[in-house]
């Protein structure tokens, strides 16, 4: 098992962000459908979850304040997630490993793009933004995340 970087990775406290509470309905809702049979990884796909979720919450609420920040973490998280998946699927001798790094490399690329662009942006691209991440996010584990899945069916998923 490779040792989870996950809790060092952060600067916003999970799961419990003050800013959720209240809040019933949830941009993004983890389903059983997303998972790729390894607990580990679902656990990394759900917090990512979790930040996408928290980046839309702190649009609907106007702290503009807090996005740098919540990016910062996303970016931070996907590429901790994404070095955790690599190193699993080179262990698993996954044949598509390249173009599925070369998917979250171009990813973190797009994310750090859309940090820049992000201080002359208004709700609108913000919501944009979001709407990008989410479904970047679940189209890529239904897509290519589950073709490792028979690769990876080890230690049950969530
Ligand atoms: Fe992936
Ligand atoms: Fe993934």
């Not at 990775?9 to 998972?35: D, N, Q, T, V």
Request: aromatic fraction near 10%; include cysteine; hydrophobic fraction near 40%.
């Amino acid at each position: 098992m490779l040792p989870s970087v996950w809790s060092k990775a952060c600067h916003i406290p999970y799961p419990r962000h003050p800013w959720r509470k209240g809040i019933c309905m949830a941009f993004l809702s983890w389903h059983e459908r997303y998972s790729v049979g390894h607990a580990e990884i679902d656990a990394q796909h759900q917090k990512l979850f979790e930040l996408v979720n928290l980046f839309d919450d702190v649009i609907q609420m106007g702290i503009p304040g807090e996005l740098n920040r919540i990016v910062d973490d996303l970016i931070s998280l996907s590429v901790a997630h994404f070095r955790f998946e690599e190193q699993l699927l080179q262990g698993a001798d996954f044949p598509r490993l390249a173009a599925h790094r070369k998917l979250h490399e171009e990813l973190i690329v797009q994310v750090k793009e859309m940090r820049i662009q992000m201080k002359d942006g208004g709700h609108q691209s913000m919501k944009g933004i979001v709407r990008f991440l989410a479904d970047w996010l679940t189209n890529h584990i239904l897509r290519e995340d589950m073709e490792y899945k028979p690769y990876l069916m080890t230690e049950g998923g969530a």
